[in-house]
């Protein structure tokens, strides 16, 4: 059985070496997304809260997910303060990936304040989408913070953690149909 899958692989790669089809290491589409004419990517950003990983800092997180992968992708989150101060997240990048994740933080003592996230995306796609390359940005929601605890007049603090605000880069697709 396992003398079968080897030759049935070696088969497959030469087939593919005569014929045309993506090398070892090189990306292909899989084969539901490959007949698809546009591809979205969305940028989310979370509301400003109390980090649970590191105390004593006011944090946003941010992602962007792809309907299918891309080349590359690049996040960086900013936390911003109404009235002024920016506190840039230590920016992400990843080639042959869907998604990608990113946060930002700024220590308590900046607060009370206004605060809310922005994240910035730049998303390179696989030959044959166009635009070669795209960026986009969304910025959360404007939420009052103290030392990280949420100012809400007694709204649910984890209700509204759990709302994000979103963006859309498009692609499409070159093939001729």
């Keep these: 059985m396992l003398r079968r899958m080897r030759c049935l692989r070696m088969a497959l790669a030469c087939a593919m070496a005569l014929f045309g089809g993506a090398a070892a290491g090189q ?3 899989e084969a539901a997304h490959a007949s698809l004419a546009a591809c979205y990517c969305v940028i989310s950003v979370d ?3 109390a980090s649970h990983h590191v105390g004593g800092t006011i944090n946003v997180s941010g992602r962007v997910d792809c ?3 891309m080349e590359s992708i690049f996040i960086r989150l900013y936390l911003h303060k109404q009235g002024g101060g920016e506190w840039p997240g230590t920016p992400a990048s990843m080639n042959n990936a869907s998604y990608l994740k990113a946060n930002a933080a700024a220590p308590c003592s900046v607060g009370p ?3 809310w996230g922005e994240a910035r995306v730049t998303a390179v796609p696989p030959a ?3 635009p070669r390359s795209a960026t986009g940005s969304a910025n ?3 939420i009052p913070l103290a030392c990280g605890n949420a100012l809400t007049d007694g709204e649910d603090g984890d209700a ?3 709302t994000v605000e979103r963006s ?3 692609f499409e697709s070159n093939a001729q149909e």
């Design 27 to 29: 990306w292909a589409p």
């Design 47 to 49: 509301y400003p809260h």
């Design 67 to 69: 309907e299918q992968r």
């Design 113 to 115: 304040g206004q605060f």
């Design 128 to 130: 044959g989408w166009t």
């Design 140 to 142: 959360g929601f404007v």
């Design 160 to 162: 509204l953690r759990a």
């Design 168 to 170: 859309t880069m498009t």
